[in-house]
C-alpha cells in the first residue's frame, strides 16, 4: 500500500511540469457553442503553427507565439470534442475545446407515421421529433415540444412532451372524421408540419335492393358509411353475388358516387347478396309472379 | 504440311459435302422455313389431312392451310388467320403453336370427324384450344371443313365509362429526410392453409386490401425448421391477382415442390403491398359459374365485360371452399381470347380430383389487362 501511495505522488511530480507548460503555451476555452465567435491565447515566443482538430474539420494557423488567436462566428459549427495543438520546431503543446450545440432550436425534423390511417384508432399517430440547431447540430438539452394535431373542423389534440437526448415521441389518437388532419410539433419558434389522411374504416353495413330491369335484375346500394358516418370514398370494391340452380354470378364492382350497381341475370328463387372486404351486406330473394 | 493444315482441309471439304447433301436431301422442316412444300403430309387418310393442316399452322402458312380448306369459300384467309389468333389483341396474338393432337371421333368411308387439339405456346405457358372438325373425302384426298366461330360483332355505340382512376406521387429526390411519404396499402392476410400435396407442401388462403387506396399486392412464405431456421421461401407468382382495389379479397396459392409438412415447424407468411396508380374498370361480371363434378372436375362460367373498354387478357382465379368454409384449393386459367364489351366468354378451371368432393363452394376473381393499362 505504502509503496503504491509512493509511486502516485512521484507521478504526478513528473506529470505537473508538463501540464503547466501547456496551460502556459494555450490558453483556450473550455467550450464554446457552436458557431460562436472565440480566442485562443498563447504565451511564449517564436514561430509555430495551431491546429485545431475535431469532428469532421481540421483548421490550420501559422501564428505569432504570444499573441491571441481570434475566430470569427461559425468557424467551428460542428458539435463535438475538439483538440488544440501547438506546434513548434521543438515541442508541441495541446489543450481541448468542447464544441456544444448552440441552445437555440433553428430546425425539427419531424416524423409522422403513418401518413393515411383509418378514423378512431387509439394512438394510431405517432410523431417523433429531433431538434436542431442551425448547424444542424442535435440539442441534447432539455426542451419543450408543443405536438398538435388539428382536423378540418378545428378538433384539436395537444400533448407537451420534453426532449430526452434531443428528441421527443408522442401518440395521437386519430378523429372520428376523415379529412386531412394537420399534425405539427413546435419549440419555440421553429414549427414543422406534416399531414395525415384520416380515412373512413370499414362499411357499417350493406343495405342493397334490387328491381327488375327487362330480363336482368339492377342492384343497388345505398350509399355506404362507415360507423362514424363518413362516407366510403368511391373505388372501394363491393362484390354482388347471385347463387341460383346451384350457380352463381359474380361481379366486382367498384363505388361510384358513394353507390355500387349493377344487372344481374334475373332467375326466379336467386339469392343475392353484397359484401365488402369482411362486412356483409343484407340478402335478397328474388321471386317472379 | 502441318497436322493444323491438315485439320484445315478436313473441314472445309467436310462443310462442302454437307452443303451439298443438305441441298439434294434437305431436312422437311428446313424445306418448310426455306418455302418448299414436302413438310406437310399427303391428306390420303383423314388423321393426314388434319395433321398437314396442323403443320401448316404451325409453321405459320396460313395460305397453305387455308388453300387445303374445303369450305374456304365461306371465309377469306385474314378471317381464318384472325379465328386462330384473336381478331383483338390477346394471348395469342404473339403465340406460337407449340404442338398439337389430333382424336379421332366418329370416321366412314367419305366422312370423319375429328378434334384437333392446338397447344399455343403463350407468355403463361401452354393454352390448349380444341376444335371439332370435320373431314371430308374428295376423289382421293381428304379435306377439312374448318370451323371458323363467328366473332362477335358489338354494335356501333357510345358507352359513358366515369373512369374512376388513382395516380401516385411519391417525395422528391430534393426533399429532406424525415419528409412524410406516402403509406403503403395495409393489406392483411384473412385466411391461411397449409397442405401436404404429392407434389409437396402447398399453401393457400387469401389476402385482403383493407386500405382506401389501390395495391399491388405479393405474398411470400418462408418454411421453418425445427429449430425455426428458414427451409425455403418461396412466393405466389401469378397464382394472386396482383392488383387489389379497395376492400377485394385477392386468392394465393404457393407452391414448395419435394418439401414435406413433416419437417415444418412453422411458417412465416410475408405480404407485401406498395402503392400503385390504377383504374377501377373495367368491371367484370363472372356469370352462370357452375361446380362440375368429378370426372373431369372443374368450375365453368362465362366473363362478361360491363365496361366500354376491351380487355386483352384475363386471369381467372378460382377460390374453393370446403364447407367449413375453408379454402383447400385455388386454381386458375387465362382466358385466350379478348374480352369485348357485353360479350360473353367462356372459361373452365380444372379442379384435382381428388379435392372435387371435398368441396362445396368457390368464389371466382378476374384480373384483366388492357392495352396500355396495369393487371
Known amino acids: ?289 | 504440311m502441318n497436322k493444323g493444315g491438315l485439320l484445315a482441309a478436313f473441314l472445309m471439304a467436310a462443310t462442302i459435302v454437307l452443303v451439298i447433301v443438305g441441298t439434294i436431301w434437305p431436312a422437311p422442316s428446313a424445306l418448310a422455313y426455306a418455302g418448299g412444300q414436302h413438310l406437310f403430309q399427303s391428306s390420303a387418310t383423314p388423321e393426314d389431312a388434319v395433321n398437314s393442316l396442323g403443320q401448316a399452322i404451325q409453321a405459320k402458312a396460313w395460305e397453305k392451310a387455308y388453300s387445303s380448306l374445303a369450305n374456304k369459300a365461306q371465309f377469306t384467309e385474314p378471317q381464318f388467320e384472325h379465328d386462330l389468333t384473336g381478331y383483338y389483341s390477346s394471348l395469342l396474338t404473339y403465340a406460337t403453336l407449340d404442338h398439337f393432337d389430333v382424336r379421332p371421333l366418329h370416321s366412314s368411308a367419305d366422312n370423319a370427324d375429328m378434334q384437333i387439339t392446338l397447344y399455343w405456346s403463350t407468355v403463361v405457358g401452354l393454352a390448349p384450344v380444341s376444335r371439332d372438325i370435320h373431314v371430308t373425302k374428295n376423289g382421293d384426298q381428304w379435306q377439312v371443313t374448318w370451323p371458323v366461330a363467328k366473332q362477335p360483332v358489338v354494335p356501333p355505340q357510345v358507352i359513358p365509362v366515369n373512369y374512376l382512376r388513382w395516380d401516385v406521387i411519391y417525395p422528391g429526390a430534393g426533399d429532406d429526410w424525415g419528409t412524410q411519404d406516402v403509406e403503403a396499402p395495409h393489406v392483411r392476410i384473412v385466411d391461411m392453409h397449409p397442405v401436404q400435396r404429392a407434389e409437396g407442401v402447398v399453401i393457400m388462403g387469401e389476402l385482403l386490401n383493407e386500405d382506401v387506396v389501390p395495391a399491388y399486392v405479393s405474398v411470400s412464405a418462408t418454411l421453418l425448421g425445427k429449430n425455426q431456421s428458414p427451409i425455403a421461401t418461396e412466393s405466389s407468382f401469378d397464382k394472386i391477382s396482383h392488383l387489389l382495389l379497395p376492400k377485394q379479397v385477392t386468392p394465393f396459392l404457393i407452391r414448395f415442390p419435394d418439401r414435406s409438412l413433416a419437417g415444418v415447424s412453422g411458417i412465416r407468411m410475408t405480404p407485401f403491398s406498395t402503392l400503385i396508380s390504377a383504374s377501377a374498370d373495367p368491371v367484370i361480371e363472372i356469370d352462370n359459374e357452375h361446380l362440375n363434378p368429378a370426372p373431369d372436375a372443374s368450375l365453368t362460367g362465362q366473363l362478361i365485360n360491363q365496361s366500354g373498354q376491351i380487355a386483352n387478357v384475363a386471369h381467372v382465379i378460382g377460390t374453393f371452399y370446403d364447407k367449413s368454409g375453408q379454402v383447400v384449393w385455388v386454381a386458375d386459367r387465362y382466358v385466350d381470347t379478348a374480352l369485348l364489351p357485353q360479350t360473353p366468354v367462356p372459361f373452365s378451371i380444372h379442379i384435382p380430383e381428388d379435392l372435387a368432393r371435398t368441396i362445396s363452394s368457390q368464389r371466382t376473381t378476374v384480373a384483366t389487362y388492357s392495352e396500355g393499362g396495369a393487371l
Request: with cysteine.
Open chain 1, 1 to 289: 500500500m505504502r509503496r503504491r501511495f509512493v509511486f502516485l505522488v512521484a507521478t504526478l511530480l513528473i506529470a505537473a511540469p508538463c501540464i503547466i507548460a501547456q496551460d502556459e503555451a494555450i490558453q483556450a476555452p473550455k467550450s464554446i457553442a457552436a458557431g460562436d465567435a472565440f480566442a485562443i491565447q498563447t504565451t511564449g515566443s517564436g514561430k509555430a503553427a495551431l491546429y485545431i482538430v475535431g469532428p469532421n474539420q481540421v483548421l490550420k494557423r501559422d501564428v505569432d507565439r504570444g499573441q491571441s488567436i481570434s475566430f470569427a462566428p461559425g468557424t467551428l459549427h460542428n458539435a463535438g470534442h475538439y483538440l488544440v495543438i501547438l506546434k513548434t520546431d521543438s515541442s508541441s503543446y495541446t489543450s481541448e475545446v468542447d464544441v456544444l450545440p448552440a441552445n437555440a432550436p433553428s430546425e425539427l425534423s419531424f416524423l409522422a407515421r403513418p401518413s393515411r390511417l383509418p378514423v378512431g384508432l387509439h394512438d394510431g399517430i405517432t410523431g417523433a421529433v429531433y431538434v436542431f440547431d442551425a448547424y444542424k447540430n442535435l440539442i441534447t438539452a432539455p426542451a419543450s415540444v408543443s405536438f398538435e394535431l388539428s382536423n378540418p373542423s378545428g378538433v384539436t389534440q395537444t400533448h407537451v412532451v420534453q426532449t430526452h437526448n434531443g428528441a421527443a415521441l408522442t401518440a395521437m389518437d386519430s378523429t372520428q372524421q376523415q379529412g386531412a388532419d394537420k399534425f405539427t410539433a413546435r419549440v419555440g419558434d421553429v414549427i414543422s408540419t406534416r399531414i395525415v389522411g384520416q380515412v373512413p374504416g370499414d362499411p357499417c353495413g350493406i343495405k342493397m335492393s334490387a328491381k327488375p330491369s327487362g330480363q336482368q335484375i339492377e342492384l343497388e346500394t345505398e350509399p355506404l358509411r362507415d360507423c362514424s358516418g363518413n362516407a366510403v370514398p368511391d373505388g372501394t370494391i363491393v362484390t354482388f353475388t347471385e347463387t341460383y340452380a346451384g350457380a352463381q354470378t359474380t361481379a366486382d364492382v367498384p363505388l361510384k358516387r358513394g353507390i355500387a350497381q349493377v344487372a344481374m341475370p334475373a332467375h326466379n328463387g336467386a339469392m343475392l347478396s353484397a359484401a365488402s372486404g369482411v362486412v356483409l351486406g343484407n340478402q335478397i330473394r328474388w321471386e317472379t309472379h
